[in-house]
């Protein structure tokens, strides 16, 4: 069974960074896709960033392009969001996913969610 643990939101000021941590177990990543989603209150959950596990492009809503990276850590099994230049906007709770073989920006698509960590933006 899959299991996706997130950490590292918080409160910061606007021009701000935090880093969001993944801990993902369960199984071998090497046909997934891990990817990140945000849900702020009353609004769908959308897309952040999606990578494959074995490598190769990192796809980013263009609302972050330049200001959120992410990456992963092969030896901890472990994928990271680190966001720059926080804006009230991004304000949400963050949702790290998981599917097997390719690449979606659609939420539904993903077979596998941790449980969020909220993060805040005051201006």
């Known amino acids: 069974q899959v299991q996706l643990v997130e950490s590292g939101g918080g409160l910061v000021q606007a021009g701000g960074s935090l880093r969001l941590s993944c801990a993902a177990s369960?199984?071998?990543?090497?046909?997934?896709?891990l990817g990140w989603f945000r849900q702020a209150p009353g609004k769908e959950r959308e897309f952040v960033a999606a990578m494959s596990w074995s490598g190769g492009y990192t796809y980013y809503r263009d609302s972050v392009k330049g200001r959120f990276t992410m990456s992963r850590d092969g030896a901890e099994t472990a994928v990271y969001l680190q966001m720059n230049n926080l804006k009230p906007e991004d304000t949400a709770v963050y949702y790290c996913a998981a599917k097997r073989y390719y690449y979606s920006e659609s939420a539904a698509s993903y077979d596998y969610w941790g449980q969020g960590t909220q993060v805040t933006v005051s201006s």
């Open positions: 369960g199984r071998t990543f090497n046909s997934y896709i």
